[in-house]
């Protein structure tokens, strides 16, 4: 089984800062892909930014805003979010895709972690 853990969500004014990080832990044996999504009330749910083995990837929305870091020896990803706007207000999702140790494919999400961009 493989878990994933969010901390890092909360209340924050408009133009203000917050870094979410999301811990993988259980039986890997590699993870390919770490990525960060949202859903908003009424929304679907949206990809904000992804990081495998090359350049990350963002959403035309929160490119330039935010930043999407992995450390691939704790199994953990980060996401550094700037110039927060009203509109980023969501349940922020982490989601990883790899292998376990007996080489079985996973898919898994975490929790999710509130995030509200409000006056």
């Known amino acids: 089984q493989v878990q994933l853990v969010e901390s890092g969500g909360g209340l924050v004014q408009p133009g203000g800062s917050l870094r979410l990080s999301c811990a993988a832990s259980?039986?890997?044996?590699?993870?390919?892909?770490m990525a960060w999504y949202r859903q908003a009330p009424g929304k679907q749910r949206e990809l904000v930014a992804v990081?495998?083995?090359?350049?990350?990837g963002y959403s035309t929305s929160v490119k330039g805003r935010f930043t999407i870091s992995r450390e691939n020896a704790k199994n953990t990803v980060r996401l550094q979010m700037n110039s927060l706007k009203p509109e980023d207000t969501a349940v922020y999702y982490c989601?990883?895709?790899?292998?376990?140790?007996?080489?079985?494919?996973?898919?898994?999400w975490g929790q999710g972690t509130q995030v509200t961009v409000s006056s």
């Open positions: 259980g039986s890997i044996f590699n993870i390919d892909t």
């Open positions: 989601n990883a895709r790899g292998k376990t140790m007996s080489r079985r494919e996973f898919n898994n």
């Open positions: 990081v495998s083995g090359g350049t990350p």
